[in-house]
């Protein structure tokens, strides 16, 4: 991928992008979501990951949704790529997954922890909120 590749994707998934935790799976994935399918092939074809959908909304006159999607360890690696390129609030979204992710939790700790949301205490040490 080039850099001018990467900065366009960057810039997509500022916008319409999330990293998350798969549920299936339990390892990080991300998604980007749109209507305009042709910029999801485009996405997906970058991301080496696959397309989801149409996924039709129940509201009337609501354009079919698609979604580009990678997971595992190519998400990871394109997490570290995006990462540079990205806000501040996506930045810290996507360093708090990839840490939950590499976690080896007990049982009453994955009761505590709320994916995206720092509520465990060996994540709190990790990333401390800013007082600013």
């Avoid at 990080?28 to 042709?38: A, E, H, N, Y």
């Avoid at 690696?77 to 939950?100: C, D, H, N, T, Y």
């Avoid at 590499?102 to 049982?107: D, E, H, I, K, V």
């Amino acid at each position: 991928m080039t850099d001018v590749e990467l900065a366009w994707l960057a810039g997509l998934f500022e916008g319409e992008g999330c990293c998350r935790k798969d549920s299936r799976s339990n390892s990080p994935c991300l998604k980007i979501s749109m209507t305009d399918r042709d910029v999801i092939e485009h996405a997906a074809a970058l991301m080496d990951g696959r397309i989801y959908g149409p996924y039709f909304r129940k509201r009337p006159n609501r354009k079919p949704s698609w979604t580009a999607y990678v997971g595992g360890d190519q998400a990871v690696s394109l997490a570290q790529q995006l990462m540079p390129l990205l806000g501040e609030r996506r930045q810290e979204q996507i360093k708090i997954v990839l840490f939950k992710a590499s976690l080896r939790l007990t049982p009453s700790e994955k009761a505590r922890v709320r994916w995206g949301r720092v509520k465990c205490p060996r994540t709190i040490a990790m990333f401390p909120r800013n007082s600013a």
